[in-house]
């Protein structure tokens, strides 16, 4: 084996730095997002949980409880189809006025699944859901 010369490596220049950690940040921040799916005529609705730097993929858990890996390709057109479509609840299209209603409901119907779990579990069980 021939030794050849090596070259130095290339430090990262504090501006390349900067801009990786603003990047770094701006990945981070579309954890929370809401994101939408359309399989098979139904859009799923999701929000992205968490981010992977090592790969840069983003955890999206949808509603039916399923999660999914999307690359930011993915993850960008999926933010875009729930900014751009109208809200749905059980594969109905919900009109504005209407949402709030409907999310009051649900949000009483969990509470009601929570109050069942800590009677049936008893308090310290159901504390974590």
């Given at each position: 084996m021939v030794n050849q010369p090596t070259r130095p490596r290339r430090a990262r220049?504090?501006?390349?730095l900067a801009r990786e950690k603003e990047q770094l940040e701006k990945d981070k921040s579309y954890v929370r997002c809401s994101v939408a799916k359309q399989i098979n005529d139904k859009l799923h609705l999701g929000v992205v949980t968490s981010f992977k730097p090592r790969g840069r993929t983003w955890l999206v858990r949808y509603d039916d409880g399923t999660t999914?890996?999307?690359a930011w390709g993915d993850l960008e057109l999926a933010m875009q189809l729930h900014s751009s479509s109208?809200?749905?609840v059980d594969e109905e299209v919900v009109p504005e006025k209407e949402v709030a209603a409907s999310l009051s409901l649900r949000a009483s119907e969990n509470l009601k699944h929570i109050i069942h779990a800590k009677k049936v579990l008893g308090k310290n069980m159901a504390d974590s859901l």
């Open positions: 220049t504090p501006s390349l999914e890996r999307m109208p809200l749905q």
